[in-house]
């Protein structure tokens, strides 16, 4: 990455296994403030695993991932520090969003206030009484989203978060994190939709077959990046 910003969120030497399998293989690279970061690599090349153990939802078997410079095992994170949107969006479907936003502020101590704030921002306000069973994909989308917002953290970790939204879904949800980023926050997202990507993203970084092919800024031609290197790694 080109800026000397200290990284907000950083993998040194992240590795998972789950038995003889690699998932997550050294992986070490850094998201810095004021960016999106984009991570991109074919299915089944480790982005939601290296995300989860970013975010402290698994414990690496070797390696560190690290929040501010401290150790994500010891950093003690809370909504405030990290938002995560990880699918599924996590709601009972027999729930109202309202009612599983309001769960989700008693468990981290956050004022009522924000369930309002956020279904307004993610634009769920006139659904807000309705059961998630009946959301379509876009819907829990952007209920997943508004759970990441609640504590309004300065980093997000968004994995795939533009699944199931039509075109001006994208471009709002473009709006909202280039917005966040705007005011100093950061983001790591993964996605598959590259042309939608390469409009968001500050910066990329490609992984495949578990380890980190390439980090640097986004060359405005995403694709093309892409495929250059992942084809490049199998050869």
């Not at 004022?111 to 956020?118: D, M, N, Q, W, Y």
């Not at 309004?152 to 966040?180: Q, S």
Request: net charge positive; charged share 25%; glycine share 12%.
């Amino acid at each position: 990455m080109t800026s000397d910003a200290t990284p907000v969120l950083e993998a040194d030497g992240l590795t998972k296994r789950y038995g003889r399998s690699t998932v997550v293989n050294a992986a070490s690279f850094t998201v810095r403030p004021g960016a999106v970061t984009g991570f991109f690599g074919p299915n089944g090349a480790g982005k939601t695993t290296a995300l989860k153990l970013l975010a402290g939802l698994s414990r690496p078997t070797a390696g560190t991932a690290l929040v501010n410079g401290m150790p994500v095992r010891r950093a003690g994170l809370d909504a405030r520090t990290i938002g995560v949107y990880i699918e599924p969006c996590g709601a009972h479907p027999g729930r109202s969003a309202r009612a599983h936003l309001l769960a989700l502020t008693r468990i981290a101590g956050l004022p009522r206030r924000r369930v309002t704030e956020v279904l307004n921002e993610v634009g769920l306000e006139d659904a807000a009484g309705r059961r998630v069973g009946g959301y379509s994909l876009g819907m829990r989308q952007r209920l997943g989203l508004a759970a990441a917002l609640l504590g309004d953290p300065p980093l997000l970790v968004l994995d795939e978060p533009v699944n199931g939204l039509d075109p001006a879904g994208m471009r709002w949800l473009r709006n909202l994190l280039r917005d966040r980023v705007s005011r100093g926050g950061a983001v790591l997202l993964s996605s598959h939709v590259l042309s939608e990507a390469d409009k968001t993203v500050d910066d990329v970084i490609v992984i495949d077959h578990g380890r980190i092919r390439f980090q640097g800024p986004n060359p405005g031609a995403l694709e093309e990046l892409f495929f250059d290197v992942v084809e490049g790694a199998e050869r």
